[in-house]
T-cell receptor, first 119, second 113 residues
Framework: NAGVMQNPRHLVRRRGQEARLRCSPM?????VYWYRQLPEEGLKFMVY????????ESGMPKERFSAEFPKEGPSILRIQQVVRGDSAAYFC?????????????????FGSGTQLSVL | TQLLEQSPQFLSIQEGENLTVYCNSS?????LQWYRQEPGEGPVLLVT?????EVKKLKRLTFQFGDARKDSSLHITAAQTGDTGLYLC?????????????FGTGTKLQVIP
């Protein structure tokens, strides 16, 4: 049973280019979350998606960032016109459950992340 | 914005020693989770605590949720080199909405053989 798959593991882009990060959730999971992690810091929530719907994008920068989770295929986090400040590790997590209030059954399963470096 | 502060930020100890990591906030959480993250990998869930005052044990790891559900601690007994990693606490808001779980700043633990 494959876990959450993210690719590429490492992505190098020059300023102004586009970055596309892919995430395939665990089998049977329809809830996908994207987080960003800067060195020596915790994870910052970016966006929560279900199939074909963006549920909560309150953590996403208003410009240049977009996310989708199509009916078929992986979830995509797209960063247009990248800048050096976008360099970070981007993690995707999936869950089988709809978010609820405080349950020990709520689990996030994380992928290994994509390390984005902007030159 | 709910903030979770972890202390200490860095910890380097000898194998066999005990240690405690703290996770504190001024906000109330409906549940709190602890993750361990190794370099180049995503976080892996260790435990979820839900009830104020709850204590959970996972082998040599003991997790406690504060009575007021604002803080938590992780105690490791007889640390091993395999315990090395970044420990993150994460709190789900009291108003519900798991997707807005807030991660702490992390404690980087190094266990020296």
């Amino acid at each position: 049973n494959a876990g959450v798959m993210q690719n590429p593991r490492h992505l190098v882009r020059r300023r102004g280019q586009e970055a596309r990060l892919r995430c395939s959730p665990m089998k049977g999971h329809s809830h996908v979350y994207w987080y960003r992690q800067l060195p020596e810091e915790g994870l910052k929530f970016m966006v929560y998606l279900q199939k074909e719907n963006i549920i909560d994008e309150s953590g996403m920068p208003k410009e240049r960032f977009s996310a989708e989770f199509p009916k078929e295929g992986p979830s995509i986090l797209r960063i247009q016109q990248v800048v050096r400040g976008d360099s970070a590790a981007y993690f995707c997590a999936s869950s089988p459950l709809k978010p609820g209030r405080g349950s020990t059954n709520e689990k996030l399963f994380f992928g290994s992340g994509t390390q984005l470096s902007v030159l | 914005t709910q903030l979770l502060e972890q202390s200490p930020q860095f910890l380097s100890i000898q194998e066999g020693e005990n240690l405690t990591v703290y996770c504190n906030s001024s906000s109330v959480f409906s549940s709190l989770q602890w993750y361990r993250q190794e370099p180049g990998e995503g976080p892996v869930l260790l435990v979820t605590v839900v009830t104020g005052g709850e204590v959970k044990k996972l082998k040599r790891l003991t997790f406690q949720f504060g009575d007021a559900r604002k803080d938590s601690s992780l105690h490791i007994t007889a640390a091993q080199t395999g315990d090395t990693g970044l420990y993150l606490c994460a709190g789900a808001p009291n108003s519900g909405g798991y997707q807005k779980v807030t991660f702490g700043t992390g404690t980087k633990l190094q266990v020296i053989p």
